[in-house]
């Protein structure tokens, strides 16, 4: 694990043998063996189906401003924007005109993105993660849990190698209690967000966890970020959150609670499947296809866009969680086995035949749940307090060493004109008069 000289909300390096020590780190952890041709390809054309489904979405129109709360759906458009700064200098439109049609092709320089695995590595871990959308209510509901104590964090099982946990709203950071040192903020980069975050603020919107081949939570984590809106901008960006993707380890981290009760919620609430596809449902690769015109005119359509079955999202169901609460909560028992758990705690199961102890959620009372955006329980404060250390007065977690983990060069936006056509240009897509072809 290594150590940075300062400890941030997201747990970065800011200086320069902060950022050499974390990318040693990630190669001896052979994070970048997942930067093939293939995973690069995959990320791409679900990168621009993304694209594709936030016009189709209406939700995210140039010129308005970004949803107050947000929906499965908009797991899309996140993603989509987040990554954008990532492939942006890799990928091109060629637009051919016929006689009769009019053909786009998106073109992306593949070989381009696997010269710089650091940045990269980003835009593959967002897009193999599983999408998990916890709405804005259970998002609440989650920030008013006291984090999981190392006992319970240790039994949590995550079931796959990689989750995107989308919150239902952007959490703003409370800048009181997630400061940056000032030595800090005066060596960041005035292009990085983390800069743009702590002059004019922002929010955390997700985040993606790594678990090992046994399912335990793993350190390291990538940050779904959102800077406020920068008025000097010209419009309508001026009104737009700026969003980007930054790796991050949790165990450095101001917000590490943060993750650990996100991690623990994955196995321990109940979730809704994934809307399973229409029959012969063949979603436009393509942003600019006309097929996107066409299906967001049909309802079914839209109730499928909305509800994430297009992102394949699971949905944390709160008052499942609640029932499921409630049934095993006389077997659920805190780490010292003293007392029953009690609402807005994470606690254990008691061993069965043949299983093994499950952490499961409690979610605290629904009452105070916020029906509308822009209030205190949806604010990265300070995490509730875990009843044991309100015994003995101590309003604080306890203090932890500092350290963080490393963003990942932005160097993919810095390269260079774009080379000229090749054979390392990979047709991604087709569109020809509303339809789309894959050509490759």
């Not at 966890?209 to 793993?218: H, I, K, M, P």
């Not at 809106?229 to 165990?251: C, E, L």
């Not at 196995?267 to 967001?296: E, F, Q, T, Y």
């Not at 309003?395 to 056509?421: C, H, I, V």
Request: hydrophobic fraction near 40%; include cysteine.
């Amino acid at each position: 694990m290594v150590r940075f000289r300062y400890r941030t909300p997201f747990g970065i390096p800011v200086t320069h043998e902060d950022a050499t020590a974390a990318l040693q780190e990630l190669r001896a952890a052979d994070r970048y063996a997942s930067v093939t041709r293939e995973a690069v390809i995959q990320a791409m054309r679900t990168s621009l189906r993304d694209h594709g489904l936030l016009r189709a979405s209406g939700r995210w129109n140039l010129g308005d401003r970004d949803p107050s709360w947000f929906l499965p759906g908009d797991i899309a458009a996140l993603r989509a924007i987040a990554t954008q700064p990532l492939i942006a200098d890799a990928l091109r439109f060629r637009v051919q005109k016929g006689p009769e049609v009019a053909k786009v092709t998106s073109l992306a320089d593949v070989a381009r993105l696997l010269r710089y695995p650091a940045p990269t590595s980003l835009l593959v871990d967002v897009y193999r993660a599983v999408p998990r959308f916890v709405p804005p209510s259970a998002t609440a509901a989650l920030l008013a849990t006291r984090p999981p104590d190392p006992q319970r964090l240790a039994a949590v099982r995550l079931p796959a190698a990689r989750t995107l946990v989308v919150f239902g709203a952007d959490l703003p950071l409370d800048q009181r209690v997630y400061s940056w040192p000032d030595e800090a903020v005066r060596q960041l980069p005035h292009d990085n967000i983390a800069w743009e975050i702590t002059t004019r603020g922002g929010a955390v919107s997700g985040v993606v966890l790594f678990a090992d081949a046994r399912g335990v939570l793993q350190d390291e984590c990538v940050w779904l970020l959102a800077a406020n809106p920068n008025p000097k901008r010209p419009f309508p960006t001026s009104i737009d959150h700026v969003r980007t993707v930054m790796r991050g380890w949790r165990s450095q981290s101001q917000l590490d609670h943060l993750v650990e009760r996100a991690a623990a919620a994955v196995p321990g609430a109940a979730w809704r499947l994934p809307l399973s596809s229409p029959d012969n449902l063949g979603l436009p690769v393509g942003p600019h296809d006309a097929r996107w015109d066409r299906l967001r005119a049909e309802q079914w359509f839209r109730h499928y866009e909305r509800d994430g079955g297009a992102v394949e999202a699971w949905v944390l169901d709160l008052e499942g969680t609640s029932v499921r609460a409630a049934l095993t909560r006389p077997s659920a028992r805190l780490a010292q086995g003293d007392r029953v758990a009690e609402p807005g705690e994470f606690a254990q199961t008691a061993p069965r035949r043949y299983e093994s102890q499950q952490v499961i959620w409690i979610p605290p009372s629904a009452e105070g749940i916020p029906t509308r955006p822009n209030t205190p329980q949806l604010t990265l404060s300070r995490p509730p307090v875990a009843l044991e250390e309100q015994t003995r007065g101590r309003a604080d977690p306890p203090p932890k060493q500092p350290g963080g983990l490393p963003s990942p060069p932005l160097g993919a936006s810095n390269n260079g004109p774009l080379p000229p056509d090749s054979d390392l240009d990979i047709d991604l897509h087709e569109s020809r008069l509303g339809t789309a072809t894959t050509i490759w």
